[in-house]
């Protein structure tokens, strides 16, 4: 799976929109970019994912670039309850007898203040 | 119901303890994933199960004993544990790990302390 490049951390201001970037310039043809969330104390939680297109979902949107060598997770308008650390995954999307490997970098450490 | 319901939520063990993880999913998942993960660090998988068989071990020392007696229970076995196993164990599970578009459902975990 590709690797992925994510800042450490990063703060936003309550209501204002938090948009997160990821890099993963080695990305293959086939491979999916995932978007998961760990709020303290709890077990990561999916957002969302996308292979080319832009997505988006009730918690979020996802924006690919054309080359498919970044993406930005938009939390549209940022909670306390957003206050998280955020893991962009980059993860093929058939895997014949490896089994499905979730592998997670460091993620953003996002604190959304008041 | 879309829950994964890990218990212990916490365990103290001596490193001559025998302790066992519980995990349960009844969302018809196929897959179910150990992960350990320690403190201000990403998890990191330690075994897969699909269709109730071991598919994937990521070199886990032995002491780590995982099961899988049904379709909805996962174990973990620990035996002769060292410190430095001390960490939140998380279990998660997915309708099958072969599925293009599979996405990992988790438990809260379960806090180990290993003195």
């Known amino acids: 799976d590709a690797k992925t490049t994510q800042p450490p951390s990063m703060d936003c201001a309550e209501g204002r929109a938090a948009n997160l970037p990821c890099n993963h310039s080695t990305i293959s043809g086939n491979e999916y970019v995932y978007w998961y969330r760990q709020i303290h104390s709890q077990g990561p939680q999916y957002i969302i994912h996308?292979?080319?297109n832009n997505e988006t979902n009730e918690m979020a949107s996802l924006i690919i670039t054309e080359d498919r060598k970044s993406s930005t997770l938009i939390l549209p308008h940022a909670t306390l309850r957003d206050t998280a650390v955020y893991y962009c995954i980059v993860r093929v999307a058939v895997i014949k007898a490896a089994g499905n490997k979730l592998t997670f970098g460091g993620g953003t450490r996002v604190l959304v203040k008041p | 119901d879309t829950e994964v319901t890990q218990t212990p939520k916490h365990l103290v063990m001596g490193m001559t303890n025998k302790k066992s993880l519980k995990c349960e999913q009844h969302?018809?998942?196929?897959?179910m994933y150990w992960y350990k993960q320690k403190a201000k660090k990403p998890p990191e998988l330690m075994f897969v199960?699909?269709?109730?068989?071991?598919?994937i071990n990521e070199s886990v020392p032995s002491r780590f004993s995982p099961e899988c007696p049904n379709s909805s229970l996962l174990n973990l076995h620990l035996h002769a544990l060292q410190p430095e196993d001390s960490a939140l164990y998380l279990c998660?599970?997915?309708?099958?790990?072969?599925?293009?578009?599979?996405?990992?459902?988790f438990g809260s975990g379960t806090q180990l302390s290993v003195l």
């Open positions: 969302m018809g998942h196929r897959a």
């Open positions: 199960y699909s269709y109730e068989k071991l598919s």
């Open positions: 998660a599970s997915s309708q099958d790990i072969l599925q293009r578009n599979e996405k990992l459902f």
């Open positions: 996308g292979l080319k």
